[in-house]
């Protein structure tokens, strides 16, 4: 092994010199270590069985923002807070539309336990991220864009829907409300 500090130069041919054994060590572990977190991520979409299956269609924000409004006159049962956002109450196995934009969600959804819905997620204006709090449901909403989600909620309670991305002066507003109830 070489005897070099960092005041003296490597020598000028320094990759003719041997690899000491740790060194090789060290990278056979890394490599390794390289190809199965690369087949992990293959393997943790089927067995860790929390990956949504990344289907999303083109959408443009008026047609996605008048569907979602159609819901809204459909299946509004109260509103809250001084904004009076809708409190929807889809039922089960429907299709719930969640529209973001700068600095708000559209709508409270109302789920029943254990039955399942169709989410639709789109932004209208610039990026957003719908993240659910605190079971950590996560994702980057880019307008144009209608990202679906197959939603069965397992617990009963009041859940936080936060933008994650940074959307503007007033993104850390931008939070939103999602009930689930027996
Ligand atoms: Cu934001």
Not at 62 to 87: H, N
Not at 153 to 172: D, K, M, R
């Amino acid at each position: 092994m070489s005897t070099h500090n960092t005041l003296t130069p490597p020598p000028s041919d320094w990759w003719r010199h041997p690899i000491g054994r740790d060194e090789v060590l060290w990278i056979s572990v890394a490599a390794a270590w390289c190809v199965i977190m690369t087949f992990m991520m293959v393997y943790w979409y089927f067995a860790g069985n929390q990956n949504q299956a990344g289907e999303a269609y083109r959408i443009s924000a008026e047609a996605f923002e008048a569907k979602a409004d159609a819901m809204v006159d459909q299946y509004t049962i109260r509103t809250e807070t001084e904004l009076e956002v809708p409190v929807v109450a889809v039922p089960p196995g429907g299709d719930v539309y969640i529209v973001a934009s700068q600095f708000q969600w559209n709508v409270i959804p109302e789920l029943k336990l254990g039955e399942t819905y169709r989410f639709h997620l789109s932004s209208v204006d610039v990026n957003h991220g719908f993240s659910l709090q605190p079971i950590n449901v996560n994702l980057q909403l880019v307008p144009g864009y209608d990202y679906v989600l197959n939603f069965t909620p397992n617990a009963v309670g009041e859940y936080n829907i936060v933008c994650n991305e940074y959307c503007g002066l007033a993104h850390h507003t931008m939070v939103g409300r999602l009930y689930v109830v027996e």
